[in-house]
């Protein structure tokens, strides 16, 4: 298992989608579009193996209706490029706190082995 190389897979991945560009960790200066996985629980599979829980953050227009038509466009498009690299079990709208305020992200669980 090698967590940087999924992080890197999983950026990569991303900006495979029109109007979004992966990070394999968040960048310093946030716009919308930009996309970055963080690690959540290493859970116990078989044997000697782990499946990773993934939170990955996509940030999305700061307008709630922008936010919403961005979402109904790209959420097919979010979980196909992902499913080389994990199953994704939720996405969800959620405030990404920075320096100049909060911004809206979809935030993506996924799974992966």
């Given at each position: 298992?090698?967590?940087?190389?999924?992080r890197?897979?999983?950026?990569?991945?991303?900006?495979?989608?029109?109007?979004?560009?992966?990070?394999?960790?968040?960048?310093?200066?946030?716009?919308?579009?930009?996309?970055?996985?963080?690690?959540?629980?290493?859970?116990?599979?078989?044997?000697?193996?782990?499946?990773?829980?993934?939170?990955?953050?996509?940030?999305?227009?700061?307008?709630e209706?922008?936010?919403s038509?961005?979402?109904?466009?790209?959420?097919?498009?979010?979980?196909?490029?992902?499913?080389?690299?994990?199953?994704?079990?939720?996405?969800?709208?959620?405030?990404?706190?920075?320096?100049?305020?909060?911004?809206?992200?979809?935030?993506?669980?996924m799974?992966?082995?």
């Amino acid at each position: 298992m090698s967590l940087v190389g999924d992080r890197a897979a999983i950026a990569a991945v991303l900006s495979t989608i029109d109007g979004v560009t992966g990070y394999a960790s968040r960048p310093s200066v946030l716009a919308a579009g930009d996309a970055w996985p963080l690690l959540g629980p290493l859970d116990r599979a078989s044997g000697y193996s782990f499946t990773a829980t993934w939170r990955v953050f996509v940030i999305i227009p700061s307008d709630e209706v922008k936010a919403s038509e961005w979402l109904d466009a790209h959420v097919d498009e979010l979980v196909e490029a992902l499913l080389p690299v994990g199953f994704v079990d939720q996405i969800l709208p959620v405030a990404v706190t920075t320096e100049a305020g909060d911004l809206l992200a979809a935030q993506i669980t996924m799974r992966s082995e």
